[in-house]
């Protein structure tokens, strides 16, 4: 894996996120990780805010839903805009990771182009400001590069004091 990282408050991904990058582990000793996929249907973003709510709620952390939704939302948004737009059928996957206070939000899709930030200045654009969204609302982002498999676009949101 190839790790890039992007926005002004970025850094690497903390160690207790690594289970949300591999394949599914069977160890009671990980933090709590929840999977969704996806189908790259236009339905895709309300099923994975439906798919947060749930989880946060389940491992009571309701303070976090609406930041966590959010960015789910921006990041399968891109997923399905820009992810499949190489027409791989692939589908695109939600895991959601706790640990403490922290929630990693991480989408991965069949694409190996990098995550692109829209114009930051152009008040009229319609489309573009997603990223610039994730990085308000969350303690950092970046994205790892899986060589031959896709992409892994990543957020940590805290819960609110």
Known sequence: MTADLAGRRAGAAPSWATPAFGPDSPDPASPPLATCALQGETASASVARDFTAHTLGGWGLPGLIDDAQ?????????????????????????????????????????????????????????????????????????????????????????HPA
Request: proline share 4%.
């Open 70 to 158: 959010l960015v789910v939302s921006e990041l399968v948004t891109n997923a399905l805009r820009h992810g499949l737009s190489t027409g791989l059928e692939a589908p695109i996957q939600l895991r959601l990771l706790s640990q403490g206070v922290h929630v990693l939000c991480a989408v991965r899709d069949p694409s190996e182009r990098a995550p692109q930030r829209g114009p930051q200045n152009d008040e009229f654009a319609e489309t573009g400001r997603g990223l610039y969204l994730v990085e308000a609302v969350s303690l950092t982002w970046g994205w790892i590069l899986i060589r031959g498999s896709g992409k892994i676009v990543w957020a940590v949101l805290d």
